[in-house]
């Protein structure tokens, strides 16, 4: 190829460098009272200077320009509550509640009031049990119905069950409405995963599908299992027909899910993913094969959007109708030199944002840290990072204005690893921190103030 020869992939003129690419512009399991454990604080290392190669955007919409502020404050200045709490906030279907859950299946809703975390009734309760490797695993689940929004939890351990039943000491259950072209009444979806250090974690992958009914109590498969087969335990692969929130909020009948059903594991524990697709009936077609993350995002022409190594780095792509296509392409290591949440995609090098689904990006003003976590508020004018700066104990919070190109860096005086940071509203972020006694402690920061 060419140098800087331009390639239209999917819409996107996107330009390549042939011979210089960089040219241009974690979880625990449910405890009952208060939880003390070890925590292991992951400290990344400190990113040097052209260790990561990054893409050159063509997009027009990239913000820029000199930065309005550089004073750095505690804080406690932007902190709106800081509460010591049982058990972690999780979030819900309902933007503004969260709950929590024990391990003798109580289930807590709180709802955000403009400062702090108010705890707010369930609507009501519903008693399952689902069939799962040959097992009946009974659950009551805490549910709250609002506006046409259900959303609910329930949880089965064997410490706390009348009858535990064999094979499975835990198991997680969510219900919640099933994607609009399924949607049927008196029928919702029912979900669950056996994995209890993946409780508190806002990327929950859930390994069972089911439709509910919610009249009689019975369960048929939503997802395919067709040839599953069972692991060393006698359970059912959990990795035979995987899913996130992501895919679920799918507009149309193209439901993308994620298999592992044609691997063994590796050497290292991992273990290769395709992407196979629910399309309106009961045979899934297997769409990708040997995706980098449990990432497929629905689009509203029925395609979806994914995550594909390359031998220089890795693309997003887009798959439609049988094909795939890049949408941009990325030279550096997905999950050390860029890192995803939600729909977004950081440069740990330069700060710089790029949105899955499109050519847009936003390029960050005084960006100087090691983020171990980020997120963009919902109308997408704030980005919140935090990190460190020169060492572990350095411990910063960084908020960037998307209008105003502002800026303000925050200092942390809790060195313990943060969790889960999150946007409440459009304009504040909550997080979780572990004191030295165990104890977690949730901070509710207001970055309406950086202007």
């Given at each position: 190829m060419d140098k800087n020869e331009k390639t239209k992939t999917d819409g996107v003129s996107v330009e390549k460098d042939?011979?210089?690419?960089?040219?241009?512009?974690?979880?625990?399991?449910?405890?009952?009272?208060?939880?003390?454990?070890?925590?292991?604080?992951?400290?990344?290392?400190?990113l040097m200077l052209g260790g990561a190669l990054y893409l050159k955007s063509t997009a027009d919409n990239s913000s820029s320009g000199a930065a309005k502020s550089e004073e750095t404050a505690n804080i406690s200045t932007i902190t709106l509550s800081q509460k010591e709490i049982q058990i972690p906030y999780m979030k819900t279907d309902i933007s503004s509640v969260v709950y929590t859950v024990d391990v003798a299946g109580n289930v807590q809703f709180y709802e955000f009031k403009g400062k702090s975390y108010d705890p707010i009734n369930p609507t009501g309760t519903m008693d399952v049990t689902v069939s799962l490797s040959g097992q009946q695993i009974p659950a009551k689940i805490?549910?709250?119905?609002?506006?046409?929004?259900?959303?609910?939890?329930?949880?089965y351990t064997s410490q706390s069950a009348q009858?535990?039943?064999?094979?499975?000491?835990?198991?997680?259950?969510?219900?919640?409405?099933?994607?609009?072209?399924?949607?049927?009444?008196?029928?919702?979806?029912?979900?669950?995963?056996?994995?209890?250090?993946?409780?508190?974690?806002d990327n929950v992958v859930w390994e069972e599908?089911?439709?509910?009914?919610?009249?009689?109590?019975?369960?048929?498969?939503?997802?395919?299992?067709?040839?599953?087969?069972?692991?060393?335990?006698?359970?059912?692969?959990?990795?035979?027909?995987?899913?996130?929130?992501?895919?679920?909020?799918?507009?149309?009948?193209?439901?993308?899910?994620?298999?592992?059903?044609?691997?063994?594991?590796?050497?290292?524990?991992?273990?290769?993913?395709?992407?196979?697709?629910?399309?309106?009936?009961?045979?899934?077609v297997d769409a990708v094969t040997d995706v980098l993350d449990t990432y497929a995002k629905p689009t509203s022409d029925g395609g979806f959007v994914y995550i594909k190594e390359t031998d220089n780095g890795f693309n997003t792509m887009k798959y439609l109708n049988g094909q795939s296509s890049v949408?941009?392409?990325?030279?550096?290591?997905?999950?050390?030199?860029?890192?995803?949440?939600?729909?977004?995609?950081?440069?740990?090098?330069?700060g710089r944002?790029?949105?899955?689904?499109?050519?847009?990006?936003?390029?960050?003003?005084?960006?100087?840290?090691?983020?171990?976590?980020?997120?963009?508020?919902?109308?997408?004018?704030y980005v919140v990072m935090l990190g460190t700066v020169t060492n572990a104990m350095d411990y910063r919070m960084y908020v960037f204005n998307t209008e105003t190109k502002g800026y303000k860096v925050y200092t942390e005086s809790n060195y313990a690893a943060h969790y889960n940071l999150r946007f409440s509203s459009n304009d504040t972020v909550t997080f979780y921190t572990i004191d030295a006694n165990g104890a977690y402690i949730n901070v509710v920061a207001d970055v309406s103030k950086v202007k």
């Open positions: 042939a011979q210089n690419p960089n040219t241009g512009n974690e979880k625990k399991a449910p405890t009952k009272g208060k939880t003390v454990f070890t925590v292991i604080v992951a400290v990344l290392a400190l805490y549910y709250i119905e609002r506006d046409g929004v259900l959303t609910g939890y329930g949880v009858t535990p039943v064999y094979i499975y000491d835990f198991v997680m259950f969510r219900v919640a409405n099933l994607p609009a072209a399924y949607a049927a009444d008196g029928k919702c979806l029912l979900l669950l995963h056996t994995d209890a250090q993946n409780v508190y974690t599908a089911y439709i509910l009914n919610r009249n009689d109590g019975t369960s048929t498969r939503f997802l395919n299992e067709n040839n599953r087969t069972v692991n060393i335990s006698g359970a059912v692969r959990p990795d035979f027909c995987m899913i996130t929130d992501t895919e679920l909020k799918s507009t149309t009948s193209v439901i993308p899910f994620f298999s592992s059903r044609n691997y063994e594991e590796q050497e290292d524990g991992s273990t290769p993913k395709d992407i196979y697709i629910k399309n309106g009936n009961n045979k899934d949408i941009n392409m990325f030279y550096g290591t997905y999950g050390s030199s860029y890192v995803r949440n939600g729909d977004w995609i950081l440069s740990k090098e330069d944002l790029f949105n899955t689904e499109d050519n847009t990006v936003i390029e960050t003003v005084g960006y100087k840290m090691n983020p171990l976590l980020f997120t963009v508020s919902p109308d997408g004018k």
